[in-house]
């Protein structure tokens, strides 16, 4: 074999084992759609979705509630949320000096990457504790606090690709700084900062961690802050662990709803990426 | 916002708007927006400070009572009191380390071959699949986990260890598929979407000049990744890698669900384990006594530092790639 093609086959070979390493990566993928489809496909009817769960060895029941309560959570976290990450973003943009701004952006992304349990810790420590007691309060919380660097982050690249131009034009006619930046400037962005919002939103749907003592659950309708309530992410969870067939079958149709609805939530934001760049 | 029907571009301006630049003098709408920005902007240090503080002063008893021997006492006994957090330590060192090792080759070869080798299209079909992999939440992983692969791994795979390699102390005892194997697949499955997407983005800033060069000079393109592509993004490569990492330490659902939950320090993979952040999953919300909570707290506040640290690193890694400006294409 002459040098040449002995680095030929050299260079067929791991190319053919990166095509490998490709493949295997898209292995579990395929397995999780396949068994989330075909199990949780075969449970999801009406009553999943207007029925609260049935107790044990009872076939049946539903999620109803722990929808309504994820619902809850996410549009309480995102009132949470939302205005500061992209407030904070508009400071790191539009205001701030280039040392301090780096610091936050810094923060920001080490924030992103604490895990969701702690985040549910911290909440515990900061709502559950003083107000005694397990409280959605707490679990929105916990999870507007997984939001806001994801918001911050998304909204601050989105506030830079708008032209220095647009903001210079908008002054020059005298409109004051503030209303530039809220009519002319985020209004600009307001695609790609609605992509930002919808991933957080997708991100934080599916948290269950962060719940477990905060949130806590609940096996009925709740709909008043102070108490715990109901989530879908944590009764997919108690459902898997326990050794109930029934609601085993609930907690396959739970993960078809919320992967959908993931799946759709980060659908919709490509969808206003792709205006964003048109 | 005072005049809500103030369109910009729109009406004529009326007296008091077209005056009211006299007000600046006194507080001014900008001062208070630029208030906002700069309060909600420092809530992320707010924040990040909180959560330090807070988490030490509700795991300073614990802290105090058993000091070092908390990190290297291996009896976690809530009842008579005694907490010490080895087992648990032990539990998520072996888990995160073993699953990168299975999973940075997977992820480096992926993403490489998404960047390098495949067509435009189908690299593009790759990596969108896989960013769905990352999106799928953490429960649904463990739900496949305990309900699918876990009695698939019982029937199969460990027995098949046992049979064969069982003269090593990795792969000794019955198998009960709940394992340490289960939690390092399950790991590994989950970091590989976020090692395979970043190093993506770093292979996408090699300067499409590097590889030219190199296939110029009659490189094959293993050859060009080898000396080109690599030692160009090895430092972003390496941020991937220890992103992933804190994303596998601080991995709780899918992992409490499939790794048995039993503090022991065994060699063997097929014995059941414990994490850290799974045992603060079990025990918080029924933490029996102020003690219990402020061990768990500690637990919490060690798993808190220490992914700050691998964060921080991470990103530091990442930026110093990141910052400079996309390469392009491939030659």
């Known amino acids: 074999m002459t040098h040449l093609t002995r680095r030929k086959a050299k260079n067929a070979g791991m190319i053919l084992l990166l095509a490998f390493a490709a493949l295997t990566v898209l292995v579990p993928l395929v397995l999780i759609f396949v068994h989330i489809v075909r199990m949780g496909g075969s449970a999801v009817n009406l009553d999943f979705f207007t029925r609260i769960p049935s107790p044990p060895g009872e076939a049946g029941g539903g999620m109803a509630n722990g929808m309504a309560g994820s619902a809850l959570l996410i549009g309480l976290a995102s009132l949470l949320g939302i205005p500061v990450g992209i407030f904070g973003a508009v400071y790191l943009s539009e205001y701030g000096g280039s040392r301090i701004s780096t610091v936050i952006r810094f923060a920001a992304d080490v924030l992103a990457g604490v895990p969701s349990i702690i985040t549910g810790m911290v909440a515990y420590a900061l709502l559950v504790v003083p107000m005694k007691g397990f409280s959605a309060l707490a679990g929105a919380l916990a999870l507007a606090l997984i939001m806001i660097p994801i918001v911050l982050r998304t909204t601050e690249e989105q506030l830079k690709l708008v032209p220095t131009s647009l903001r210079e034009a908008s002054l020059a006619l005298g409109v004051p700084l503030w209303r530039t930046t809220l009519r002319v400037t985020l209004r600009s962005a307001l695609a790609g900062v609605l992509t930002g919002i919808l991933l957080a939103i997708a991100r934080i749907a599916g948290e269950t961690a962060p719940l477990l003592f905060t949130a806590l659950g609940n096996q009925f309708w709740s709909g008043r802050l102070t108490q715990p309530i109901a989530a879908m992410p944590l009764q997919i969870f108690n459902f898997a662990i326990s050794p109930y067939d029934d609601w085993h079958r609930l907690a396959w149709a739970g993960a078809l709803v919320l992967v959908t609805v993931m799946f759709g939530l980060s659908l919709a934001a490509r969808f206003f990426g792709r205006a964003r760049q048109q | ?331």
């Open chain 2, 1 to 331: 916002m005072a005049s809500d029907e103030y369109e910009f571009g729109g009406a004529v301006p009326t007296e008091a708007e077209s005056h009211s630049w006299k007000m600046e003098k006194g507080v001014s709408g900008d001062f208070i927006f630029k208030g906002v920005t700069v309060l909600f902007a420092f809530s992320i240090l707010a924040i990040l400070l909180l959560m330090v503080v807070e988490m030490a002063r509700v795991s300073l008893p614990a802290i105090e009572k058993y000091g070092w021997r908390f990190v290297i006492g291996r009896e976690w006994d809530a009842v008579q009191g005694n907490f010490g957090a080895l087992a648990y330590i032990w539990g998520s060192v072996v888990s995160s380390v073993l699953a990168l090792l299975l999973a940075t080759p997977l992820s480096v070869g992926t993403a490489l071959f998404i960047t390098e080798i495949a067509p435009k299209k189908v690299g593009g079909v790759i990596a969108s699949l896989v960013e769905l992999l990352a999106a799928i939440p953490s429960v649904i992983y463990g739900l496949w986990g305990v309900l699918v692969m876990a009695p698939w791994l019982q029937r199969t795979i460990e027995p098949f260890l046992n049979d064969h390699l069982g003269f090593l102390p990795f792969f000794q005892g019955a198998p009960y598929g709940v394992s340490m194997l289960a939690a390092v697949f399950i790991l590994m499955i989950m970091v590989v979407p976020i090692i395979t997407s970043i190093t993506k983005e770093v292979l996408l800033t090699v300067p499409r000049s590097q590889k030219e060069a190199a296939i110029a000079l009659g490189a094959t393109r293993w050859e060009m990744i080898r000396m080109a592509v690599l030692p160009y993004g090895k430092s972003g490569i390496l941020g991937a890698v220890i992103l992933g990492l804190g994303r596998a330490v601080g991995e709780t659902m899918a992992v409490t669900m499939v790794i048995g939950n039993t503090p022991q320090i065994s060699l063997s993979l097929l014995a059941p384990a414990y994490t850290m952040p799974s045992v603060i999953a079990n025990e918080f919300a029924e933490a029996t006594s102020q003690l219990h909570t402020s061990a768990l707290m500690e637990i919490g506040l060690i798993l808190l530092a220490v992914t700050l640290l691998i964060n921080a690193l991470a990103q530091l890694l990442l930026w110093s790639v990141t910052r400079k400006r996309k390469g392009g294409g491939r030659p």
